[in-house]
């Protein structure tokens, strides 16, 4: 059973590990999940492991075959700049 949880990350290696964690709870092999989004194996491999080149629409995809949905929300974080001080 797949509960909802809310998982915070800031760098595509908790990212990864997140992934990897859904789906291994799930019961499917890296394969398995690339097949489910016409991806390639290594490919998940890659997002698994933090690589920080993966595609945002492979994101996407792969989040949204582990019944996912990407949610952003502010940082609490006072150190972290705002969007005014980025741009």
């Given amino acids: 059973m797949h509960t909802s949880t809310h998982s915070a990350f800031r760098t595509p290696r908790q990212l990864g590990a ?9 019961g499917l092999s890296q394969a398995a999940l690339a097949e489910l ?4 194996q290594a490919t998940i491999s890659a997002l698994e ?5 993966t595609r945002i629409g492979t994101l996407l995809d792969v989040i ?3 019944g996912w949905h990407l949610t952003l929300e502010p940082r609490v974080d006072a150190a972290a700049p705002g969007l005014d001080e980025i741009f």
């Fill in 18 to 26: 997140l992934i990897r964690r859904e789906r291994k709870s799930r």
């Fill in 37 to 40: 989004v016409g991806l390639r």
């Fill in 49 to 53: 492991a933090g690589e920080a080149s």
């Fill in 64 to 66: 949204g075959a582990l």
